[in-house]
């Protein structure tokens, strides 16, 4: 198993690479040209800067039993289809339960935007979603 994180303006990447070599997992960030990353505690794979190029890039390197960290629910999507698990940066697992009514969400949020309505965007982060996303991150890597 490895941990392969969604790393573009990804919120949780200290807390991920912290917990994945507390137990000897290794973590490789995805991201593009847009973003820098340089770090010796993880692999960082830079993509060309282009809409979802990080994500293709990652979908790609995923396979069954890896753990995929991304906000991203398209991505997430195609993590669990090729059987790997995929975790939100505050702590929800996507799975096969929920994951057609988050894609349904966002299509809808995306026809309300294109008609020119507004959708609310991100609040700040809190201590407790990074409390969230670590308790289940290591449920998660005990399970494994």
Not at 34 to 43: G, T
């Amino acid at each position: 198993m490895k941990i392969l994180v969604d790393a573009d303006a990804c919120p949780v990447v200290d807390l991920t690479v912290r917990e994945a070599k507390a137990r000897n997992i290794p973590v490789t960030l995805i991201t593009d040209t847009a973003h820098v990353l340089n770090r010796i505690d993880a692999e960082v794979i830079t993509v060309e800067k282009g809409s979802d190029s990080a994500d293709f890039k990652l979908v790609n390197l995923v396979q069954k039993g890896d753990l995929v960290v991304t906000q991203d629910y398209g991505l997430a999507a195609m993590v669990l289809a090729k059987g790997g698990r995929a975790l939100n940066q505050n702590g929800m697992i996507y799975s096969e339960q929920n994951m057609d009514t988050l894609l349904f969400t966002r299509h809808i949020a995306k026809k309300v935007r294109m008609a020119g309505g507004r959708t609310k965007g991100p609040h700040k982060r809190t201590k407790e979603q990074d409390e969230d996303f670590l308790r289940t991150l290591q449920k998660m890597l005990e399970e494994a």
